[in-house]
């Protein structure tokens, strides 16, 4: 079973917050709140950008009352101290028992769950932790239970996109958000939680253009992101692997090769074809990425850039407190700047595999 909230051990913040007030306004007009995690990668666009587009993402095709829990689960089987701590405050505010929250943990059957639910959190819980990797047949699965395609496509998207943001907030240790935590676990909380409820449902934060699948197709890991046409957040994943491959702050071979490591790592053929082909367009050989796979090395890498390969590999599969140490000792070497790129890469890729899973 996956850890409980108290099990997990939880390094020390490896990252500072960054104060930028105009991004804050920003932050809170679409999510109504800065987070920590908001504060500690505001010096990169584009992570700062993916993060908030996903807290302020609303469901579109799958049931809103899944969205919860599903985030809830996924934080809870990757481990992320802050992202669980969060989420189960957050549905505490939302007027989820103490009781319902602990049997969804403790992956318990009860009443309130019916087939359909079940199967929603056993795929949160399998897609999160990827071993062994799930299938087309999984996503089938769902379909034949009743869900709509167009939802199950939505339920994987918002899991990949919460393996995203747990691993930034794995990455960079990020402390958990205490104080909404006590006030959701006491009795002023629960006072003021149905208050809070009515000013939750007024905020209606606005959600991505939607994308045509020929605008989706467009760009790194296009044949993954085309497969979300007709949700909304299909936008973010565009936009966030553009920007990260954009990004002038890490080399585009490097990241390339992170995808594939990631990719080869999760055992997803298509994922590492979308990596190998940005890596043709590097003038890499197909013999230079097989030994860069292979060997976690690669001549072509400077003395810096070659120290991501291994340790985005260990972001794949991991101890939550040994991954910290090793993101913790990259920073003392790549400096603060690089590692955040770093970390965002290494987040999208285990996010975009993930999805790209599915498919095969």
């Given at each position: 079973?996956?850890?409980?909230l108290d099990q997990i051990e939880w390094g020390q913040s490896i990252l500072s917050p960054v104060s930028d007030p ?339």
């Amino acid at each position: 079973m996956a850890q409980l909230l108290d099990q997990i051990e939880w390094g020390q913040s490896i990252l500072s917050p960054v104060s930028d007030p105009t991004w804050e306004g920003e932050v809170k007009r679409r999510a109504g709140q800065v987070s920590e995690v908001d504060r500690r990668v505001a010096l990169s666009p584009w992570v700062r950008e993916v993060c908030v587009s996903m807290t302020s993402y609303r469901p579109a095709a799958m049931p809103p009352r899944l969205f919860n829990i599903g985030a809830l689960v996924t934080a809870q089987e990757n481990s992320c101290r802050y992202c669980y701590g969060a989420n189960r405050a957050y549905m505490k505010v939302l007027g989820y028992s103490e009781a319902f929250i602990n049997r969804i943990e403790q992956d318990a059957t009860f009443a309130e769950l019916d087939e359909k639910d079940r199967a929603f959190i056993a795929f949160c819980r399998s897609l999160a932790r990827s071993r062994p990797r799930p299938m087309k047949a999984d996503y089938d699965a769902l379909v034949a239970l009743g869900f709509s395609p167009l939802a199950v496509s939505e339920m994987a998207m918002l899991i990949a996109l919460g393996c995203y943001y747990n691993r930034i907030g794995i990455l960079i240790a990020c402390p958990p958000e205490r104080a909404f935590e006590r006030m959701a676990n006491s009795f002023a909380g629960r006072l003021m939680a149905p208050v809070v409820r009515i000013l939750m449902s007024m905020q209606k934060p606005a959600q991505p253009a939607m994308l045509d699948a020929a605008t989706l197709q467009a760009g790194p890991f296009g044949s993954v992101v085309a497969t979300l046409a007709g949700l909304p957040g299909a936008t973010i994943f565009r936009a966030g692997l553009d920007s990260a491959f954009a990004s002038a702050v890490l080399p585009r071979a490097v990241k390339a090769l992170m995808f594939a490591v990631v990719a080869r790592t999760l055992g997803c053929r298509r994922s590492e074809a979308e990596a190998r082909a940005l890596l043709a367009e590097e003038d890499f050989s197909d013999a230079e990425i097989d030994a860069a796979i292979l060997t976690l090395r690669s001549p072509r890498l400077s003395q810096r850039d070659a120290l991501l390969l291994p340790w985005v590999r260990d972001t794949v599969y991991y101890q939550t407190a040994v991954v910290q140490k090793q993101t913790a000792a990259l920073a003392a070497e790549i400096g603060d700047a690089a590692l955040l790129e770093a970390v965002g890469v290494a987040a999208l890729a285990n996010a975009t595999v993930r999805l790209a899973m599915l498919l095969e």
